[in-house]
DNA sequence: TCATGTTCTGGTCATCATGACTGTAAGCTG
DNA sequence: CAGCTTACAGTCATGATGACCAGAACATGA
């Protein structure tokens, strides 16, 4: 495909696709944070590692769809948002043959994030503080976990985390767990409405001891805040 | 390198890099715009189709080193600013076999621009209007548009198109050249003077039949600004 | 029943960034 | 030196944002 038409040569370079996946969980302090799981590589090279999960590319599977796979199947999960951030391809960060990955980032939601398949070899983490992974997978959940952080600010992603209706109150833990800093309740209401997206459901949540406060929908038909919307989806096929 | 070992089978999936380049030329009207090299395909498929510059990805080389290369050698160009955009890997985006693309973005100083290796099988055109190209390559160029207006407007990454020192006037034709809209001069000036990344050089820049600008520098010594520095650099090693 | 605690919710105020705009400074040209 | 052009400095209105305040509305327990 590209210009050059040299042939490529022995498959001596590998592609895989891997996915780091962002859920909310309390953390020791019973405050939601950020946590991703891991598998137990049982294979060399450093078997016995915990590393994202992934897989090679096969040669008919859309990049998307193996990521979605290869996550479904080592950890259970369906994400709710799937966006991919980076193909990471240093000659060296794998010692055998040189391998590149797409790496692909999700949001799954806290309820979805406690079906995870159970076993010795899947383990959720909390994504700010990391054991040593396999590879290079610690500098892509930091690259991750930064691109999530920053696009939080500039767009609203904070409610793939959340279940199809939510609380003002829900969607401010939301982005408190993922920027750790609190927000002021009152001007994140004044901005979460003036940015227009919120419909309200009618609906209010009681059973607490205080005013029930109004559930509210997210407004997914509007793409044109994202105008890279052929490349970024969300509710990929799962 | 993933989790899973099987093993990835025939090289029926090959690696690409290429590389959407811009820099800036006077169009039909004398102002200037957006422009990108292309290069005629030589060899089927598509033959005859122009195309981003690229290659296959030789085994033991850089990713971001193989992009350099390629255009470098197709086009004789040395990119000031390359970065990676995105990967593409649409099973069916090339005929032939199933061929993924690194594709990185890259800005060049017009001076240097104008340095382009001639020839038949070499082109600028308009980055806006485009003449159908080989693949998927018109909407790689389309999104890597949309990324460099949306990072010109809260990075600065400018001052790649120019040379090492510039006016403020200089600097603010490339951005409107850019994003395509008049910007007021005064307020343009408060802005950038106000983001503290510009260097007064202590010079002017006297000819011209009005008073003489203040030449300036770009600072970059601070890269706090860009968290994923580590992902992200300027002046590669071309 | 009713006070109490809690959060929801609507509001004010100061601050800051930004767009629109005006006016003066300082060079070159004829 | 008159006149032109752009550099540069400053004002004003507007809108977004952070800090803060106060009433509304519910569950709970006295």
Known sequence: MPHQTEAPGDAVTRLAVSTVIFALRPDHTGRPALWTPLVRRTREP??????????????????????????????????????????????????????????????????????????????????????????????????????????????QIAHAFLGETFTLAELREVVEAVLQRPIDPANFRRAMLASGRLIETGERLAGARHRPPKLYRYDTSDLTAEPSASLTRERPAS
């Open 46 to 155: 450093q078997r016995g590692l915990w590393a994202l999960p992934g897989g090679w590319l096969p040669p008919a599977e859309e990049l998307e769809a193996a990521a979605a796979r290869t996550l479904r199947l080592t950890t259970g999960l369906a994400p709710k948002y799937l966006e991919q951030l980076y193909t990471f391809g240093e000659v060296d960060r794998s010692p055998d043959a040189r391998v590149v990955s797409v790496v692909y980032w999700a949001l799954v939601q806290s309820d979805e994030a406690a079906r995870t398949t159970a076993g010795p070899n899947v383990r959720w983490v909390p994504a700010d503080t990391l054991p040593g992974l396999a590879f290079d997978h610690n500098r892509i959940v930091e690259y991750a976990l930064w691109r999530l952080r920053t696009k939080l600010e500039y767009a």
